[in-house]
Structure formats: C-alpha cells, structure tokens
C-alpha cells in the first residue's frame, strides 16, 4: 500500500463559455503535474465550462461540448496522473453539477453535488438536480471524498463519504470573494474536519466573472483543523501537495503558508482584478471615463490603470461654466499622475444647443434638475461617442453611496459598460484613495507613490452641476449616509432599528424611500465588482414597481 501521495492544484482562471480554453489551462496543468510525480491532479469546480455559467448549462449544445472536452481530456491525459475536474452532466433526464474522475483513457468516476446554493449570486435550484449522497472514489488504492464547494458547508456529505470509506476530502470550489469570506471558509472547513477527523483540502478558482472574483486562497488542513498548506489569495498556481500516511492515516505534508493582506488591500485588488478580467473575457483593450475633478472618477482612473496599464486608459474632462478651477486643475494632476492620456472636451456649445432647441418647449417653466441633467447626459452622449469612435468601454464611477440613493443620472452619468466601484460606500471610497496612495503592490501596473492628490480627497463632494453646489445640499453627510445604508441595505433593517441605532425618523424614512424609488436605475446600471454579500445586482433583487415603505 502506497505511504505518499501527491496532489497537484490547479488555482487557475478559467473563462465561461471558452471551452476549448479552459481545457487547456487543464491539459497545462496536467502536464506541469505529470512532470512533478502527481498521483492526482484536481482543478475547480464546473471549471470546464468557468463558473458561474448560469442559464448557460442548461443549452444542450453547450454541456455536450462541455462533456466532450472533459472525455477527450480523459483520452489525451491517459498515461499519466488521474485529473479531476468540474462540469455539467445531463443523466436521465437531469443536469448536474458533477466532479469528473478521469484515469485511464476515460471518465472513471463522478461525484454529484448534493446541496444547491441558491442565495446571494447563486441559482443552483434554477439550473441543477440535486445529486444524492454519495461515496468516495478511488486513485490508486487511495479512496478520496469530494464534497463539491457547498456540499463542504454542511455536514451530512462529508460525514457520508467518511463512514462510507474516504480518506481525505478534497473540496473543489468556485467560491467567490466578499470580504470576510475566507473566514467564514475557514471556519466551515475546520468544522468538517473536527467531525470527520479527516484532512481536507479546499481547492478555489481565481479571477473575475461579470461582478464576482474568485479569491483562490485554496489550502490544506489536518486532522484537528491544523492550517498545512496556504496558496496565495488572487494569484494562479499550479501547486504540488503530499499526504503521507501512519498510522493513524493519511496527513498532509506541512508546506508554504502564503499570508493574506488586509480588507483594504483585498478589496482594492479586487476591483482591479474584476476590471481586467472583464476587459480580457469581453474582448476590450482600452477604457475611458468622464475626468471630473472628483474622488470618484480619481480612484476608477487609478483603478483602471493598474489593471490595464496608463497606456490604455483615457480620461476626458468636460466641463461646464459651473466646473470650478480646482476640478479643472485636480483632473488633470491626476490623469498625470497616473500617466494616462487626458484630453479636454468642453460642454457649454453643446449645452447651449440644447437648451435654444428646448426653449420654446420649457417656456414659462422654473429652471430645476432637469437643466442639471442635460449637462450630464450630453457628457454621456460625448464619452459614448469616443467609446463608438475608438473601441474603448466607457467606465462609469458611481460609488454605492450614490447607487443606493439615485444620486446619478441614467443614461447621463451612469452611461457606461462597468463600474469598478459600484459596491463601494462612498466613505470607503475616501480611505481607498489614502490606501492607494500609501501602497503600491507587483499586481498593480500603475506607479507607485501618490497617485490621487491630496485635495481631491479632501475637498468637499460636488456634482457641479450649478453654483456653489454641494452633494450635502442633498443628502446627509457620508458618514451619516452610509451608516443608514448599511443599515437598511447590508442589514435589511427596519426604520425602527435606524431609530434605535440613534437616526432620525423622518431622515432614515427619507432615506429608505430613495433606496425603493432608485430600483429602476440600479436595473438598468452597468455591472461592477462585488465586494459585501448585499453587492447590487445579484445579491439583492428588488421590485421596480413598490408601494411598501416602512411607517
């Protein structure tokens, strides 16, 4: 009986839809693990098809060729290690979310995920059958459970494939970030340890899906929740794990422990990570954005150079006769500083059109927001006309401040393909300014040092939009904000709870009620990395049309 084994991960980036893509990402990592001794080589969960497909499975077409790839792997991957790997599996009549064993020149065994997320971003009811409990399977003459990703979450599977002869798990994963998550992981995993008395080892994919990036952060534990083996957080790696087996069964070799950085560092990485990945999955080289002055368009302009490099990114200044000196002067600094192009597109000719041709029409009436919206939406035509001209995705810089309350406007300021900081409160949008400009890391392809200048940060908010205005002459002050919106968003709180937490009525009542009427901005908003389990978009799905308020 062997006393060793040898485990290769494959923490790797897979891209939905790109077939024959992701398999060669697989058949690479095959070979790197063929070359380094492997007994195993494991990639993540569904990462033929990358995660998460959604509705996508469910096309005939698209999980035969799935299922295609993953036999034609089998074949090509015969003389050598076995590969594990995840992808669909319609069987009598239903679709699975299985883990496919191949060995042999063929598909030797599967597991079929038992419990179904279907909270947050996931729909797995929607998609997939429920597997049934089952066994574990063999490589060799060693037995191995793999509970798949939420199947790890609850106790019955990995307590079945236990009694029923495993022993270790390996847990293959398509988990994605939110900040946070690696200890509620940690904590689930150490959990089925303790009860199973088994070592596990937790492998996650990297890399950015639409909103959601996948952290990686795949590791190995021991029998008693002992940390053996930490990958890094965001990165893909190929990496070699040994078990050896005593007496009192299988052990995982201790190896390097990679550490993790703070929230803050996370968080940022991110954003940056989401934007690049959705560029290069979606076929975009450059971007561009509205340059305004501000602490938003700043740190989406730095955010975007260091996923893409200053070389692609565009910042256009339009201003108006309200565009102070300051904003003229910040915006440029900062477009400078990071070392993209900049160029400067006044708006008042084009205002001025606009408001001759609207004049007949709005005689009689008071100026009011709708003449501030002009402004807006004519800075939105401009930029989507050089987005048309050039190929670049215009990025739009809305903080979660602004999304939760409407304070933006559609088809003006919103106009754009993704929004880099859409989860993002606006007072986490001030410290990851200051973050930035105290760090800089390799993963980042902007420069180092103070990229956002200091005024930005500092100056009070303003859409500038008329004169002397100020975001406070609307809302309450961020700190304020922000605080009630974690509250009624993040904690789905009740106006008597805001109370409680020493709010006014009649402000989080206000409040409460931008929150409902912005609904069908948010609808129609573009997508942005997730960073909380309350992001916009999936995790939080809201009538449009709602007469509840809480009075």
């Not at 594990?84 to 239903?94: Q, R, S, V």
């Not at 021991?222 to 087996?245: T, Y």
Request: proline letters at 5%.
């Amino acid at each position: 009986m062997a006393d060793t084994f040898r485990i290769t991960l494959a923490q790797l980036n897979p891209t939905v839809g790109d077939i024959a893509g992701n398999a060669a990402l697989a058949r690479d990592a095959w070979d790197q693990g063929k070359a380094a001794g492997a007994d195993l080589v494991a990639l993540p969960e569904m990462f033929i098809t990358g995660y998460n497909a959604q509705d996508l499975v469910m096309k005939p077409v698209f999980r035969d060729a799935a299922l295609a790839a993953i036999e034609a792997l089998a074949a090509d991957c015969a003389d050598g290690p076995a590969l594990a790997i995840g992808g669909p599996l319609f069987e009598d009549g239903k679709l699975y979310n299985a883990y496919f064993i191949c060995r042999g020149g063929k598909i030797a065994s599967k597991s079929l995920k038992h419990h179904l997320p279907n909270e947050t971003v996931f729909d797995e009811v929607r998609v997939f059958d429920a597997g049934p409990l089952g066994g574990p399977y063999s490589v060799g003459n060693t037995r191995i459970g793999s509970p798949i990703c939420e199947d790890a979450w609850h106790e019955d599977v990995a307590e079945t494939l236990a009694e029923t002869g495993a022993e270790f798990l390996l847990v293959p994963n398509g988990s994605p970030y939110y900040r946070g998550k690696f200890d509620t992981r940690m904590n689930h995993m150490v959990a089925r340890v303790i009860e199973t008395e088994l070592p596990l080892i937790y492998l996650n994919m990297v890399g950015g899906q639409d909103d959601q990036v996948f952290d990686g952060a795949s590791f190995a534990l021991n029998p008693g929740g002992a940390l053996a083996v930490q990958l890094p957080a965001f990165d893909s790696v190929v990496a070699h794990i040994d078990l050896e087996r005593g007496a009192d069964g299988w052990r995982v070799v201790e190896g390097d422990k990679a550490t993790h950085a703070d929230e803050w560092e996370q968080d940022y990485r991110v954003m940056v990570q989401s934007l690049r990945d959705y560029m290069r999955k979606t076929g975009f080289k450059k971007v561009l954005l509205g340059m305004s002055g501000g602490i938003d368009s700043a740190i989406v302009a730095t955010i975007a150079v260091d996923a893409l490099g200053a070389e692609n990114v565009r910042c256009v200044m339009l201003p108006s006769e309200y565009t102070s000196e300051e904003s003229l002067e910040d915006a440029k600094a900062c477009a400078n500083a990071i070392g993209a192009h900049y160029d400067f597109v006044p708006i008042s000719e084009g205002r001025q059109a606009i408001t001759n041709t609207l004049a007949p029409l709005f005689e009689d009436t008071e100026t009011d927001v709708t003449e501030e919206n002009i402004q807006s939406r004519l800075r939105g035509l401009l930029l989507m006309a050089l987005s048309n001209k050039f190929g670049e995705m215009l990025l739009t810089t809305g903080n979660k401040s602004e999304v939760a309350v409407g304070y933006a406007t559609i088809y003006g300021d919103m106009s754009g393909g993704y929004n880099p900081i859409k989860d993002l409160y606006k007072t986490r949008v001030f410290e990851t300014c200051r973050w930035r400009n105290e760090h800089h890391r390799d993963w980042m392809m902007g420069p180092a040092g103070e990229v956002i200048p200091d005024r930005i940060i500092t100056k009070p908010p303003t859409a500038e939009l008329r004169e002397d205005q100020k975001d406070s002459d609307s809302l309450p002050d961020y700190p304020e904000l922000d605080a009630l919106l974690e509250l009624l968003v993040d904690r789905e709180a009740s106006i008597a709870d805001c109370v409680d937490a020493g709010f006014e009525k009649a402000t989080a009542e206000r409040i409460e009620h931008l929150i409902y009427i912005s609904e069908y901005k948010r609808f129609q908003s573009a997508p942005g990395a997730r960073l909380t389990p309350r992001a916009f978009w999936l995790d939080r799905r809201y009538p449009i049309a709602n007469r509840w308020r809480d009075r």
